[in-house]
Structures are given as structure tokens and as C-alpha cells.
């Protein structure tokens, strides 16, 4: 039968413009809205939160560049006063923090030497790790002096090592210094937001030195380049390569590093 003028076409004669979406549609098309929505405000408060964290961090930096460079022209003055005859002798200042390098294996240790070693966390060969300057300390390097050798690193030095050898131990995991959000989402509650945060706690033996050296993973170094310069398990004064070697411990990161 043929339909009447007056009855309703069916929805596949309609067209488009005026066939009504499904209101799941209208719904799926404003949670989408809303979604995109939501991603671009949340992208512009990150980007916004980024770019001020990098001129905080700047600005911190700049600071320990300050900081830096008056200790140095604070330490060259005294000596020049004393050189030049003053009225007063000047001492040069004790390290209040060493770089300890592991150079000899596990063959022949003792327990209570292999017990100490582990304590400084040199458990391989060729490991490195920064130790605060005490009388536990120095007691305990005593006692492994024939298999680490140990001095005073420059601000150079520290920081080398943390931007190349540089790692973090989180949650027994050795992660990377890819960024330092890393750095803000663990030490942020010390106060401790960027790499140079760090390195100034670490050079300057400042409150938190214990926590940050804790946090930072042992560096593992490469052999020297030329291999060392005599025999292992003789001092370094008598010509060898264990002990202290106070400054020219520098040299010889400088060629594991």
C-alpha cells in the first residue's frame, strides 16, 4: 500500500541535517570536550610550573657561582697576606669531605676489612664514594688504606662526577639524572630541587650531606687511562697508589671519569 501524504517518512528518507544524533553521541562528544579541555589546562600549568622551577633553579645556581668564587678569592687574599710577610700565619683549611676510590679486588680480604668496605658501599672494584671527614671515618680508612686510596676533591672534580657518573637510588633502583624531577620528587622535602642543589650540599659538607650521599647511587668508574702508576699495595708517598693522596686524587678521577 502506498503511504499516505500525511504519515511520517522513515529516517533513511530523511536527510542528514535533520536525522537526530543519539544522545550517547551528544554525551561521548561533550566528555571529549571536556577531556580536551582539561589536558590543555593541565599542559599550560605544567609548562608554567616548568619554566618558573628552571628560573628558580638558575637563580640557585648563580647564587653557588657567588658563593663559590668569594671562597676562592677569600682563600687566595689570606695567602697572599701570609706570603707577603704579613702579621699573621695562615693555615690552609682541612678537606671536611673526601672522594674514596676503590683499587684493588677481593682476593686476600679479610672479613673485617670486606665488613668496612661494604660500610663505605665499595663493594667492586674501581667504586667511588664521598665520605664526610671524622674520626670514625678516618679510623675505618685505616683499616682498608691498602685497597682504596682517598683525597680531597675540587668543585670540578664533584661535579664531573655527579653529571657524568651520576645516579639516583630510588627504592633500591639505580635511575638516572635524566631531568631533576627526579631530585624534587625525593629530596624536595630537604629543600634539594636540581643537580646543583647536590653538588653544593656535597662539596660544602653542608646538614643534609648524609641523606643526598645516601640518595646518590656509588660511582662506578673505569679503569685510568695508562693504568695506575705503581704498585697497589704500596702508600702513595712511597710511590705507590694506596692511602691519601690529598689533591692528586683529581688526577686520577680525571683519568677514570
Not at 664531573?160 to 624536595?188: C, H, M, S, T, W
Not at 630541587?193 to 656509588?218: A, M, S
Amino acid at each position: 500500500s502506498v503511504a499516505s501524504p500525511s504519515s511520517p517518512s522513515p529516517p533513511w528518507s530523511l536527510p542528514m541535517s535533520t536525522v537526530p544524533v543519539p544522545e550517547s553521541v551528544l554525551k561521548k562528544r561533550k566528555d571529549a570536550k571536556t577531556r580536551k579541555e582539561l589536558r590543555v589546562q593541565k599542559a599550560k600549568a605544567h609548562k608554567e610550573r616548568a619554566a618558573k622551577q628552571r628560573r628558580q633553579q638558575f637563580a640557585r645556581a648563580e647564587k653557588y657561582d657567588k658563593e663559590y668564587r668569594q671562597a676562592e678569592r677569600d682563600l687566595i687574599t689570606k695567602r697572599r697576606i701570609s706570603r707577603n710577610g704579613g702579621t699573621c700565619f695562615y693555615a690552609e683549611p682541612e678537606p671536611q669531605v673526601l672522594l674514596v676510590v676503590r683499587i684493588r679486588g677481593i682476593l686476600g680480604v679479610s672479613p673485617k676489612v670486606r665488613k668496612v668496605l661494604q660500610l663505605f658501599r665499595l663493594r667492586q672494584l674501581h667504586n667511588a664514594v664521598f665520605v664526610r671527614v671524622n674520626k670514625a671515618s678516618m679510623n675505618m680508612l685505616r683499616l682498608v688504606e691498602p685497597y682504596v686510596t682517598w683525597g680531597a676533591p675540587t668543585l670540578k672534580t664533584v661535579r664531573e662526577l655527579i653529571y657524568k657518573r651520576g645516579f639516583a637510588k630510588v627504592q633500591g633502583q639505580r635511575i638516572p639524572f635524566i631531568n631533576n624531577d627526579v631530585i624534587a620528587k625525593n629530596l624536595g622535602h630537604l629543600g634539594i630541587f636540581c643537580i646543583e642543589d647536590i653538588i653544593h650540599e656535597i662539596y660544602t659538607c653542608g646538614p643534609r650531606f648524609k641523606k643526598i650521599n645516601n640518595f646518590l647511587w656509588t660511582f662506578k668508574l673505569r679503569p685510568p687511562t695508562g693504568g695506575f702508576s705503581g704498585y697497589k699495595v704500596i702508600g702513595y708517598a712511597e710511590g705507590g697508589d694506596a692511602g691519601n693522596r690529598d689533591h692528586f686524587i683529581n688526577n686520577l678521577v680525571k683519568k677514570m671519569n
